[in-house]
């Protein structure tokens, strides 16, 4: 009885229709959830993967850059605390350079005229042991003659001594020039 | 003969004066093999087939091919599940739309296609106007609500938060229980069946008045007549504008209602 009261009265269902929507709709159903929305989630879920990447990638770069600055400033800081280091130890390397090299040319000063004094005395000294062997074979031959002639004159003796007095000055004379 | 039935967009039985007034024979389907003894084969069935193969063939085509950066039938077809899959599944559903999601993407557009054969040439008729394949698609959502619901709170707690709303006086429960199950499990699969048929059948019967009567008054003699019947066939124009958007607001009424059922059968609160 039924399809003829469904013929009549539209809010009764035709059991076949019932059944046709059920089964079309469970066949959509399962194709939209099998092939259709997979496939758009997984462009999407791809999607928000490369844009996270893309922001993850640009904040790494943006890190890395920083993390560059810092050590470039960070070696610029050494290289100019090296730089003052140097400075100032070639500075005061310098000073202490300066004060050895004069500490070192008193020394030799010091030394050369130690030389030239210890090379004056031994031939002052010399000279002396010299002038004693000399003026005692002249005094001999002064005396000689002093005796030979005192008798005589006083006043030849006083001759006689300013004469050898003369010479001896000559002879100290030549033999400062014969060393000289 | 069975195709010719197809093609030829012809209401209700074969005689002329059967065709007027329209009325609930307007939606009698045509058997595809008379006599076959399989009269449930009828167009009806045949374009509610069509309707399934157009929806699952358009969302392949859609889905398939795609690159990260769209192309044009890929942004179109983002456009519209985004409409679905944001506009309506996770603005209702929240963080759980995704498992009912293709249950809303194949909703919205089975409904919807198959309302729009109401106003395409070929056909003429909104499946939808036959009540058995609303009351299939409202049982399936009937369905899938309680059992999402069971699912998440176990029979009898899916029960008492459906009949029971929390903070109502226990005098009241006499009252507020049969009036909760009444609403949650009677009124809301019938009301989402029969709101959309019904407006698939009421539009489709305006159709034919306007379509067919404006017709009939233009084949007679007199020309009052044929001026009626020109105004009727120029608002028939009016009429199909309205029926278009109709089809798209019933397709779209049914899934947010849908999904509101769902929602409020999982939902951690009332």
Known sequence: ?????????????????????????????????????????????????????????AEKAQADAATALNDYNAQLATAREEAARIREEAKSQGTSILAEMRAQAQEESARLLAHAKAQIEAERSLAVQQLRTEVGGLATTLAGRIVGESLDDDDRARRTVDRFIADLESQAEQASGHKV | MGLLGLVIPMEGGEAEDSHWPPGVHSFDGRPLFPGAGVDWINNHLFQAVLGAVIVIGVWIWLANGHKLVPGKKQFAGEQIYNVLRNGIARDILGHEYRKFLP?????????????????????????????????????????????????????FGYLKRMTLPEGVPPALWVIIIPLEFASNFIVRPITLALRLFANLFAGHLVVVVFVMGGALLLEQASIGYKLAGGVALLMSGAIFALEIFVAVLQAYIFTVLSAQYIASSIAEEH
């Open chain 2, 103 to 155: 249950y809303l993407v194949a909703l919205f557009s089975f409904i919807l296609v198959n309302n729009l054969f109401g106003q395409f040439f070929l056909l003429m008729f909104p499946t939808f106007s036959k009540v058995g394949y609303a009351y299939a698609l409202a049982m399936l959502t009937f369905i899938l609500y309680n059992a999402a619901g069971i699912a998440k709170w176990g029979v």
């Open chain 1, 1 to 57: 009885m039924l399809p003829s009261l469904a013929g009549e009265i539209p809010l009764i269902p035709a059991i076949p229709e019932l059944i046709a929507g059920f089964v079309l709709f469970l066949i959509v159903w399962y194709a939209i959830a099998k092939f259709v929305v997979p496939k758009f989630e997984e462009t999407y879920a791809e999607r928000t993967a490369v844009i996270q990447g893309g922001i993850e990638r």
